[in-house]
C-alpha cells in the first residue's frame, strides 16, 4: 500500500514538473506588464558568471515572464482578499462603527512622492471650502459643501493606498516647515528674474483634499492640503502670482478630476486648475467643448499596485479621458536635464501608449517625465513664452495652453539641471508657472532639487 502511495506521489510531481517545464519554456512569455517594468535579461560576462549573479538573473528574469503573469497577480489579490484584511490594516464600516484597530497611517510611497510629516499635526476640524470659490467665465458662481453620504462600501489601508469604496487614496499628512521652504524659494527665484518676467506658482491638492473625509481614521487630514497651501499663499511675495486651485476643484470634486486608480489628477480636473492659471496671466482661454474629447475604457492607474494589487480596484477599472485641442502648434522634445537636441513628435503633446500598457497611459501627456519639450504655436502672436517648470502633475497643462502663448517650455524640477534664470535669458521666457503637487511642494528631496534650480 505504501509503495503504490508512494509511486502515486513520484508520478504527480514528475507531472508537476513536466507541466512546469512546458509552461514556463514553451508557452508565450510576458513581454509587458499592465503593472510592473519587467526585469531584463541579464549580460553574460566573467564576473556575473563566477559570481553566480547572471543565474540568478537568469531565474528572475523566468519568474517576472512567466506567460499570464498580470492574470496571476489578479488571481492572487482576489485569494488573499478571501483570507481578511491583516490585523495592521483599518476597517471602517458602512454602518458608521468604530476602527476595529487602531494603527497609524502610513506614508506613501516613495514611487509617489516624497512624503514628510509634518512637525505641527494637521487640525482634526472638519475641513471647510469657501461658500463662494471660483467664478468661472461666464459669471456664475458656484458653490461646494462636502456631501452627506456615507462612503460606499468599506475603507481599508492597503499597503500605503487608503481605499475606500473603489477610490484610492494616498494619505497626505503634511509639512508646514517644508510649505514655508517652499516659499522662501519662490520668493528668493522672483527678486533673481527680470522685472518683465512674471513668477506663478501652482500648488495642486493632493485627492485625498477632497474625498479622504470620508475615513473616520484619517478623514482629518484633508485639512493638511489646505493648510499647507494656505500657508504658501500667506508668505508668497507681491512679486509671485499665487494660483490657488484648492477651492476651483472642490466646486467640481463631483466630477473625476481626480483618478480613482492612480494618484494623478485627470485631465478634466487640469482644465479647471489651469484655467485659473490662464485667468491669472490673462491669456486665451477655450472651453471644454472647443476641444476634441477622448476616452480609453479599462485603466487601472498606479494606486492598484501601491495597494497591493487591491481587488478593490483592479476589478473596477475607470474611463481615461483626455482632451486635444483643435489649435495647430508643434511640439519638439528634447534632454530632460538641459533642454538640448530637440526633436519633433508627429503627434503633438500625446504619446501612443499600448492597451496593454493601461497602468501607463498616464505617460501618453509629454510621454510622462522622459525629455524636456518645447511647443510653438501657429496662431498665438502676442510675444509671450511660458516655462513651465513641473512634476508629474504638470504633464496635461501645456494641451491647455497652446493657444496662450507663442511658446511653452517644459522642464521637470527632478530632472533639470540649468537655473531657472539662465533659462529665462536663453529663450527669452516672459512667464513661469511653477506647478506641482502638494507631495512635491513640501518634499524635502524635491525642495532640495526645486531649490537647485532657482539659484
Same mark, same amino acid.
Request: hydrophobic share 35%.
Given at each position: 500500500?505504501?509503495?503504490? /502511495?508512494?509511486?502515486?506521489?513520484?508520478?504527480?510531481?514528475?507531472?508537476?514538473?513536466?507541466?512546469?517545464?512546458?509552461?514556463? /519554456?514553451?508557452?508565450?512569455?510576458?513581454?509587458?506588464?499592465?503593472?510592473?517594468?519587467?526585469?531584463?535579461?541579464?549580460?553574460?560576462?566573467?564576473?556575473?558568471?563566477?559570481?553566480?549573479?547572471?543565474?540568478?538573473?537568469?531565474?528572475?528574469?523566468?519568474?517576472?515572464?512567466?506567460?499570464?503573469?498580470?492574470?496571476?497577480?489578479?488571481?492572487?489579490?482576489?485569494?488573499?482578499?478571501?483570507?481578511?484584511?491583516?490585523?495592521?490594516?483599518?476597517?471602517?464600516?458602512?454602518?458608521?462603527?468604530?476602527?476595529?484597530?487602531?494603527?497609524?497611517?502610513?506614508?506613501?510611497?516613495?514611487?509617489?512622492?516624497?512624503?514628510?510629516?509634518?512637525?505641527?499635526?494637521?487640525?482634526?476640524?472638519? /475641513?471647510?471650502?469657501?461658500?463662494?470659490?471660483?467664478?468661472?467665465?461666464?459669471?456664475? /458662481?458656484?458653490?461646494?459643501?462636502?456631501?452627506?453620504?456615507?462612503?460606499? !462600501?468599506?475603507?481599508?489601508?492597503?499597503?500605503?493606498?487608503?481605499?475606500?469604496?473603489?477610490? !484610492?487614496?494616498?494619505?497626505?499628512?503634511?509639512?508646514?516647515?517644508?510649505?514655508?521652504?517652499?516659499?522662501?524659494?519662490?520668493?528668493?527665484?522672483?527678486?533673481?528674474?527680470?522685472?518683465?518676467?512674471?513668477?506663478?506658482?501652482?500648488?495642486?491638492?493632493?485627492?485625498?483634499?477632497?474625498?479622504?473625509?470620508?475615513?473616520?481614521?484619517?478623514?482629518?487630514?484633508?485639512?493638511?492640503?489646505?493648510?499647507?497651501?494656505?500657508?504658501?499663499?500667506?508668505?508668497?511675495?507681491?512679486?509671485?502670482?499665487?494660483?490657488?486651485?484648492?477651492?476651483?476643484?472642490?466646486?467640481?470634486?463631483?466630477?473625476?478630476?481626480?483618478?480613482?486608480?492612480?494618484?494623478?489628477?485627470?485631465?478634466? !480636473?487640469?482644465?479647471?486648475?489651469?484655467?485659473?492659471?490662464?485667468?491669472?496671466?490673462?491669456?486665451?482661454?477655450?472651453?471644454?467643448?472647443?476641444?476634441?474629447?477622448?476616452?480609453?475604457? !479599462?485603466?487601472?492607474?498606479?494606486?492598484?499596485?501601491?495597494?497591493?494589487?487591491?481587488?478593490?480596484?483592479?476589478?473596477?477599472?475607470?474611463?481615461?479621458?483626455?482632451?486635444?485641442?483643435?489649435?495647430?502648434?508643434?511640439?519638439?522634445?528634447?534632454?530632460?536635464?538641459?533642454?538640448?537636441?530637440?526633436?519633433?513628435?508627429?503627434?503633438?503633446?500625446?504619446?501612443?501608449?499600448?492597451?496593454?500598457?493601461?497602468?501607463?497611459?498616464?505617460?501618453?501627456?509629454?510621454?510622462?517625465?522622459?525629455?524636456?519639450?518645447?511647443?510653438?504655436?501657429?496662431?498665438?502672436?502676442?510675444?509671450?513664452?511660458?516655462?513651465?517648470?513641473?512634476?508629474?502633475?504638470?504633464?496635461?497643462?501645456?494641451?491647455?495652453?497652446?493657444?496662450?502663448?507663442?511658446?511653452?517650455?517644459?522642464?521637470?524640477?527632478?530632472?533639470?539641471?540649468?537655473?531657472?534664470?539662465?533659462?529665462?535669458?536663453?529663450?527669452?521666457?516672459?512667464?513661469?508657472?511653477?506647478?506641482?503637487?502638494?507631495?512635491?511642494?513640501?518634499?524635502?528631496?524635491?525642495?532640495?532639487?526645486?531649490?537647485?534650480?532657482?539659484?
Amino acid at each position: 500500500m505504501k509503495e503504490k /502511495v508512494l509511486k502515486i506521489c513520484l508520478i504527480l510531481l514528475v507531472l508537476v514538473f513536466a507541466f512546469m517545464f512546458v509552461f514556463t /519554456v514553451f508557452f508565450k512569455h510576458t513581454e509587458e506588464s499592465n503593472y510592473d517594468k519587467l526585469s531584463e535579461w541579464p549580460e553574460l560576462n566573467a564576473d556575473s558568471y563566477f559570481s553566480s549573479e547572471y543565474f540568478k538573473g537568469v531565474m528572475h528574469w523566468f519568474t517576472d515572464h512567466i506567460p499570464g503573469r498580470d492574470t496571476f497577480i489578479d488571481y492572487e489579490a482576489h485569494v488573499r482578499a478571501l483570507y481578511g484584511l491583516p490585523r495592521d490594516e483599518e476597517v471602517i464600516n458602512r454602518g458608521g462603527n468604530d476602527v476595529t484597530d487602531e494603527s497609524s497611517a502610513a506614508e506613501s510611497s516613495e514611487a509617489v512622492s516624497d512624503p514628510v510629516e509634518s512637525s505641527e499635526a494637521p487640525s482634526k476640524d472638519p /475641513v471647510e471650502f469657501s461658500e463662494v470659490s471660483f467664478e468661472d467665465t461666464s459669471g456664475e /458662481v458656484s458653490e461646494f459643501s462636502q456631501p452627506d453620504s456615507d462612503p460606499e !462600501g468599506d475603507v481599508e489601508l492597503c499597503n500605503t493606498v487608503l481605499v475606500i469604496g473603489h477610490r !484610492g487614496l494616498e494619505v497626505f499628512y503634511g509639512n508646514l516647515p517644508g510649505a514655508e521652504r517652499y516659499a522662501g524659494i519662490l520668493n528668493s527665484l522672483a527678486e533673481k528674474l527680470p522685472e518683465n518676467v512674471t513668477l506663478y506658482s501652482m500648488v495642486i491638492p493632493k485627492a485625498g483634499a477632497y474625498y479622504i473625509w470620508q475615513s473616520k481614521q484619517f478623514g482629518y487630514t484633508a485639512n493638511a492640503n489646505k493648510e499647507n497651501i494656505d500657508r504658501i499663499s500667506e508668505l508668497l511675495s507681491d512679486k509671485v502670482v499665487d494660483v490657488n486651485v484648492y477651492n476651483t476643484l472642490g466646486v467640481h470634486s463631483d466630477e473625476p478630476i481626480y483618478y480613482r486608480t492612480d494618484h494623478h489628477w485627470t485631465a478634466l !480636473g487640469c482644465y479647471y486648475g489651469t484655467q485659473v492659471f490662464a485667468q491669472k496671466a490673462g491669456v486665451t482661454w477655450h472651453d471644454l467643448s472647443d476641444y476634441e474629447k477622448h476616452t480609453r475604457e !479599462g485603466y487601472v492607474g498606479t494606486l492598484y499596485t501601491f495597494s497591493n494589487n487591491s481587488p478593490k480596484l483592479g476589478d473596477y477599472p475607470e474611463d481615461f479621458d483626455y482632451y486635444v485641442p483643435k489649435t495647430s502648434y508643434t511640439a519638439e522634445y528634447g534632454n530632460k536635464e538641459d533642454l538640448s537636441g530637440l526633436f519633433p513628435h508627429e503627434q503633438g503633446l500625446y504619446w501612443d501608449i499600448a492597451d496593454s500598457q493601461r497602468s501607463g497611459w498616464y505617460f501618453m501627456f509629454m510621454y510622462g517625465d522622459i525629455f524636456s519639450a518645447r511647443i510653438r504655436s501657429d496662431t498665438c502672436k502676442n510675444g509671450r513664452k511660458l516655462l513651465v517648470v513641473k512634476d508629474s502633475y504638470g504633464n496635461p497643462v501645456p494641451q491647455y495652453l497652446v493657444d496662450s502663448f507663442e511658446e511653452i517650455y517644459v522642464v521637470d524640477m527632478r530632472e533639470y539641471k540649468r537655473t531657472i534664470t539662465e533659462t529665462v535669458e536663453t529663450y527669452g521666457i516672459t512667464d513661469v508657472l511653477v506647478a506641482e503637487c502638494s507631495f512635491s511642494a513640501v518634499g524635502g528631496i524635491i525642495l532640495d532639487k526645486l531649490e537647485g534650480i532657482c539659484k
